[in-house]
């Protein structure tokens, strides 16, 4: 069946270290969007990317959206403590019996040590 | 604060009972999700209405009834579960199926003895 892979599946990093998670898909996709889940919550919408080559940035958060429309990738410059909790990205297929389902990737649980 | 409200937050149940899960949203949305979540696992899709119509039924058993009695509220109906259903049954809302992000609720964390 459709998938979106997503790894890594657990990332630790010392406090102002970069982070990044990957993403990707088998089919083409008409959108990808990225969530954050903290601890014992629930997920919560970060951002969504829909156009080929796309790259969005919110604050130290930087969001890329790959050509093919395949793959994305979340990158956090210098880490807090406050990044905490599991990034999932959902992509959303365009065609076939799918259509309006979001596929999400496994999630990439990161921890920070201050 | 979450603009998706569930209740209850937390459901102990045994096996015979039957019990509803409830979840309200304000924001005019006409897509209202479930999803079921495990410990350390993505959350995944269980149903899908769209204006009050189930859209999608994702080969979810029959122990679990979903019903949209109108465009703010959508219900999960629990009967005869089984341990294995034990986990954060997730409601979300989107403005419309497929092309908007999705807006979470808390959850409710289900134990089934």
């Known amino acids: 069946g459709q998938q979106v892979m997503q790894i890594p599946q657990y990332q630790h990093v010392q406090e102002g270290e970069d982070f990044t998670t990957y993403c990707n898909s088998s089919?083409?996709?008409?959108?990808i969007q990225w969530y954050k889940q903290r601890p014992g919550g629930h997920p919560v919408f970060l951002i969504q990317?829909?156009?080929?080559?796309e790259v969005k940035k919110q604050k130290r958060l930087t969001f890329q959206f790959g050509e093919a429309k395949k793959n994305s990738s979340l990158h956090i410059t210098a880490t807090q403590t406050t990044d905490v909790g599991t990034y999932f990205c959902?992509?959303?297929?365009?065609?076939?019996?799918?259509?309006?389902?979001?596929?999400f990737g496994k999630g990439t649980k990161l921890s920070v040590k201050p | 604060d979450t603009e998706v409200t569930q209740t209850p937050k937390h459901l102990v149940m045994g096996m015979t009972n039957k019990k509803s899960l409830k979840c309200e949203q304000h924001?005019?949305?006409?897509?209202m999700y479930w999803y079921k979540q495990k410990a350390k696992k993505p959350p995944e899709l269980m149903f899908v209405?769209?204006?009050?119509?189930?859209?999608i039924n994702e080969s979810v058993p029959s122990r679990f009834s979903p019903e949209c009695p109108n465009s703010s509220l959508l219900n999960l109906h629990l009967h005869a579960l089984q341990p294995e259903d034990s986990a954060l049954y997730l409601c979300?809302?989107?403005?419309?199926?497929?092309?908007?992000?999705?807006?979470f609720g808390d959850g409710t964390r289900l134990s089934i003895l």
């Open positions: 979300a809302s989107s403005q419309i199926k497929g092309v908007s992000l999705l807006h």
């Open positions: 089919t083409t996709l008409s959108n």
């Open positions: 990317l829909v156009k080929s080559g």
């Open positions: 959902a992509g959303l297929l365009g065609y076939g019996g799918s259509q309006g389902n979001l596929i």
């Open positions: 924001m005019g949305h006409r897509a």
């Open positions: 209405y769209s204006y009050e119509k189930l859209s």
